[in-house]
């Protein structure tokens, strides 16, 4: 299957697949700098792929379309405005891609952005060739003009000069931008819903426009034009709508919503909805079944076109990004090793769902930060959060809990019910009664997902006008039908790329002992090349890592702003001691070891108070025993500290001698030479003087 941005070579070119289905492949030549869109059929390229005269290779642009521009940059505006311009005609496939129908979104574009011809051509080239994402559409304008400075205009004002009106014009100052946000906070932005008309009424009296005022009062002022294009530039139509409907109103009357229905989705993976929820069963322990572990966790991905149940995650951990990661992770990816983990053995046509789709909708609780930014810019899936007021957003993934945990409930044990524990005599307390680990429960779930995907029949689905009336609404057989008649709109990026760009991220600090995150040391090859660990170091101090909640043994260097980019860095020997557990693990351990080093605090502390007042027992003591002396004969006493060393050594000698004594054995063995050495006695008397002790034996040679 020729899925949309697979990139092959080709005869000495490289093409990137735009679109396909069961009948044609449209395709662009990624290096030609004035390629259009080419369509071939399908079973040409199956033809080539066969003999191998098409072979998939990697993108060699991922690494543009993985590259934000920089907040704020120029290189955002145009990004910004391209995007705007063309994602409404990118979006009308396959017709963009044919030279009949395409002139007339191209008219579209060219009046709505006021663009010129070959500028539109030039965007679509570059959204097509770059990664057909937003961030292909990039400007890469960091090393050029003044980027993020507008320019100011003080003694005239932008633009060509006037040809009818009178007068020449006011430039818009700091001064009149001021004003001008003052109107329209008071006129406009509030829920008065005052017309554009007043508002510039306001803003001419503001001014200082004389009253009454005649027509040539007006020739000098900050037009309309002036005044709307500030407003609508300043102010997004989001914005405008909240302020002047009301949050509350604009949550429930005036946001999008996407609705449940398959008649707002073309194909399987357009659409994506993620929802978690605490299950109705209590477990016990894997390790000890006489504790019981509460509750789990589960999250499920449905695909709104074909209802199938596309990933999922049973776990431990509260409904956070971390466990949502793993329910993308585990729709990206492939099932039958999924399911190996759980002993269970299927077949890639039992569970074929995977890849990213185009569109995922869940709550905002998890579908926001650094996460949602990678997605959406770089794996050009749009995420949507579901606001306060709107629980029908998600209502297929709602409904496939109470789907799901209606099969469960006979089969289990410690269900909860309705019942509050003890309000009633006799009561019975349903937390007593779990028999199932969390590895039993998966595997339970994992069974009903697999029956629910190729056996269910969903009652309520809304055929679509496309879909044959004859077809089973089967999950699976729904989707197998889309992948084959509806357009591929599921993408096929690197696994390992996609999740380790999920992974949370924080700042690592270069040291002398490796890179230090969380305690632990890390080190990588690269970092010893570029003399990071060296003493001299004198380069950045911190560096931004990918790390894995779920182990602690590798991390993810990233050494520049590209999501493409990144270096794994393995635990080093110096924090062995923390290898092979989990970060949440390691952050127990470590305040074990704070909470041990307070209590050893004190105990240090006390131990060295204790030592204080021993030594200066010690102290006084001998001060007390010191006898008193007159000054000659402290004259005397210094006279005689030879003599007195000496004297008090032989008495030191004596004292050990005394102490170390014991009873000698008075019977003498019998030794026989065997050298014919002289057998006679030696003296074990130790030397008093040091040029003895130093005197060599004349038979130590």
């Not at 007006?218 to 997004?236: A, D, H, I």
């Not at 005599?425 to 339970?444: A, C, I, P, W």
């Not at 089967?474 to 790329?497: A, E, F, V």
Request: charged letters at 25%; a positive charge; glycine letters at 6%.
């Amino acid at each position: 299957m020729f899925m949309p941005n697979d990139v092959y070579s080709w005869d000495q070119q490289r093409i990137r697949i735009l679109w396909s289905n069961q009948q044609a492949v449209f395709w662009i030549n990624i290096d030609d700098d004035r390629a259009l869109p080419r369509v071939s059929s399908k079973e040409e390229f199956e033809h080539l792929l066969a003999r191998a005269d098409l072979k998939l290779i990697a993108d060699p642009y991922s690494k543009f379309s993985m590259t934000p521009p920089r907040k704020g940059s120029k290189a955002e505006q145009v990004q910004e405005r391209a995007w705007t311009a063309i994602q409404s005609a990118v979006e009308a496939v396959p017709e963009i891609y044919k030279r009949q129908t395409r002139g007339a979104y191209l008219d579209q574009i060219r009046k709505r952005s006021g663009v010129t011809k070959q500028t539109v051509y030039r965007w679509l080239r570059r959204y097509w060739q770059f990664g057909m994402c937003k961030n292909s559409l990039n400007g890469r304008y960091e090393n050029s003009g003044a980027p993020g400075k507008p320019r100011k205009f003080t003694n005239k004002r932008s633009g060509a000069p006037r040809t009818r009106s009178l007068g020449t014009g006011v430039p818009i100052t700091d001064e009149t931008k001021s004003l001008f946000r003052v109107v329209i906070e008071k006129c406009l932005l509030n829920e008065g819903k005052y017309e554009f008309d007043y508002a510039y009424n306001q803003l001419l009296i503001a001014y200082g426009v004389k009253i009454p005022s005649k027509p040539e009062d007006l020739v000098n002022v900050p037009t309309e034009r002036q005044f709307k294009y500030f407003y609508q530039k300043e102010y997004s139509s989001i914005e405008v709508t909240k302020r002047r409907e009301g949050e509350i109103n604009y949550l429930k009357d005036f946001s999008p919503s996407l609705g449940t229905s398959t008649a707002e989705v073309s194909g399987p993976g357009y659409l994506y909805q993620i929802d978690a929820t605490i299950a109705d069963v209590y477990l016990v322990s894997e390790q000890d079944r006489t504790e019981i572990i509460g509750r789990p966790t589960m999250y499920f991905v449905i695909d709104v076109f074909s209802r199938a149940i596309v990933g999922m995650y049973i776990g431990l951990e509260n409904a956070s990004w971390v466990s949502a990661m793993e329910a993308l992770g585990n729709a990206m990816t492939d099932k039958v090793a999924y399911c190996a983990k759980h002993d269970i053995e299927i077949t890639p046509e039992f569970w074929p769902m995977q890849g990213l789709p185009e569109h995922i909708i869940g709550d905002k609780g998890e579908m926001l930060g650094r996460h949602v930014e990678v997605l959406s810019k770089s794996f050009h899936v749009e995420i949507q959060n579901t606001p306060a007021y709107r629980a029908d957003w998600k209502g297929i993934v709602e409904r496939y809990f109470r789907t799901v945990q209606t099969k469960m409930k006979p089969f289990v044990e410690g269900y909860v019910t309705k019942n509050p524990i003890g309000k009633k005599r006799h009561g019975n307390d349903y937390r007593q009664d779990g028999v199932l680990t969390l590895k039993e429960f998966s595997k339970m779930i994992i069974k009903i997902v697999l029956h629910y995907n190729n056996d269910h029949v969903v009652s309520t689905y809304d055929i679509d006008s496309g879909v044959p009336k004859n077809l089973p609404a089967n999950p699976l057989t729904l989707w197998n039908w889309g992948i084959k008649y509806r357009t591929g709109l599921l993408r096929r990026p690197d696994p390992q790329l996609v999740i380790i760009n999920l992974l949370p991220h924080t700042n690592a600090t270069v040291t002398e002992h490796g890179l230090k995150l969380f305690g632990c040391y890390y080190s990588c090859k690269q970092a010893l090349d570029w003399g990071w660990f060296e003493e001299n170091y004198r380069g950045p101090k911190t560096v931004t890592v990918a790390y894995d909640l779920y182990s602690t043994n590798v991390i993810y260097l990233r050494p520049s702003d590209s999501y493409a980019e990144f270096i794994p860095a393995h635990l080093t020997s110096r924090s062995r001691a923390y290898a092979d557990i989990t970060v949440w693990e390691l952050w127990a351990a470590q305040d074990m070891v704070l909470d041990v080093a307070a209590t050893s605090k004190l105990k240090k502390r006390s131990g060295s108070v204790n030592l204080v007042n021993d030594l200066q027992q010690i102290k006084d003591e001998s001060k007390r025993q010191q006898p008193a002396y007159s000054k000659s004969e402290k004259i005397k006493r210094a006279k005689g500290i030879s003599k007195n060393k000496r004297s008090e050594r032989q008495y030191e000698r004596q004292k050990k001698i005394g102490n170390s004594a014991v009873a000698q054995d008075t019977s003498i063995a019998t030794v026989t030479p065997i050298h014919g050495g002289n057998s006679g006695k030696k003296s074990f008397k130790l030397p008093a003087r040091l040029k003895d002790l130093l005197k060599e034996d004349k038979s130590d040679e």
